[in-house]
């Protein structure tokens, strides 16, 4: 069982446009089928999730677009009382496409039991981590603790929907060891089975570390 999943979310708007409606609109069904991974990991006993949320790449979407995301994740903020999560939100705070709201959640927060340490990128690109990283150079410490994305720990699987064969700027030293799995089926027709079948995958792959 791989202890942290990195998951890149893809194809909202595709799913949106293929159902008749607006690229912005296909985000709100991104929602449910974060909440069923979430809870699917704290039943299969992985330790960590890294959701790649919004990046400053995205930034250059159209401004309804942008609008629709960030309504998208306040909205998630607001509806995790009820779930078991260690929760974080990492990303540039300083940039006006940070939504305010999420502010309090920079901080990692404890919501019922705890059980899942979960990361939600925000407003984040590689630049902006390993810029954090060049400032905090002189002090001590292993190398992700000086990064932007320091409470994120080292990934050993990454899951992709939408069948895209790239990272796409996800957190680069972090994911260096990284296995990924690519899945072709649309984010918000997430189920479960996507998940099983990436683990049974997984457990054929040789994770050595370069050793």
Same mark, same amino acid.
């Given at each position: 069982m791989p202890r942290h999943i990195g998951v890149i979310p893809d194809g909202n708007r595709r799913w949106a446009v293929g159902r008749g409606m607006e690229k912005h609109e296909?985000?709100?069904?991104?929602?449910?089928? #974060?909440?069923?991974?979430?809870d699917l990991c704290i039943r299969?006993?992985?330790?960590?999730?890294?959701?790649?949320?919004?990046?400053?790449?995205?930034?250059?979407?159209?401004?309804?677009?942008?609008? #629709?995301?960030q309504g998208v994740v306040v909205e998630a903020a607001g509806?995790?009382?009820d779930k078991d999560l260690a929760l974080v939100?990492?990303?540039?705070?300083? %940039?006006?496409?940070?939504?305010?709201?999420?502010?309090?959640?920079?901080?990692?927060?404890?919501?019922?039991?705890?059980?899942?340490?979960?990361n939600i990128l925000i407003n984040y690109s590689w630049q902006w981590d390993l810029e954090r990283f060049r400032s905090n150079e002189m002090?001590?410490? #292993?190398?992700?603790?000086?990064?932007? %994305?320091?409470?994120? %720990?080292?990934?050993?699987?990454?899951?992709?929907?939408?069948?895209?064969?790239?990272? %796409?700027g996800f957190p680069p030293v972090q994911s260096v060891y990284s296995d990924m799995y690519v899945i072709d089926?649309?984010?918000?027709?997430?189920?479960?089975?996507?998940?099983?079948? #990436?683990?049974?995958?997984?457990?054929?792959q040789d994770a050595t570390l370069g050793g």
């Open positions: 296909g985000y709100r069904f991104g929602l449910e089928p #974060a909440f069923k991974l979430c299969l006993g992985v330790e960590e999730i890294t959701f790649y949320g919004f990046t400053q790449d995205n930034t250059k979407r159209p401004e309804v677009q942008r609008k #629709a995301f509806q995790l009382e939100v990492i990303g540039n705070t300083e %940039s006006s496409m940070f939504p305010p709201e999420l502010l309090p959640l920079t901080k990692r927060t404890v919501f019922g039991r705890g059980l899942l340490k979960t002090k001590e410490g #292993a190398i992700i603790g000086r990064l932007g %994305s320091s409470e994120v %720990s080292r990934i050993d699987l990454i899951l992709r929907w939408g069948g895209r064969r790239r990272l %796409s089926d649309l984010w918000p027709d997430y189920r479960d089975g996507h998940v099983l079948e #990436a683990l049974e995958w997984f457990q054929d």
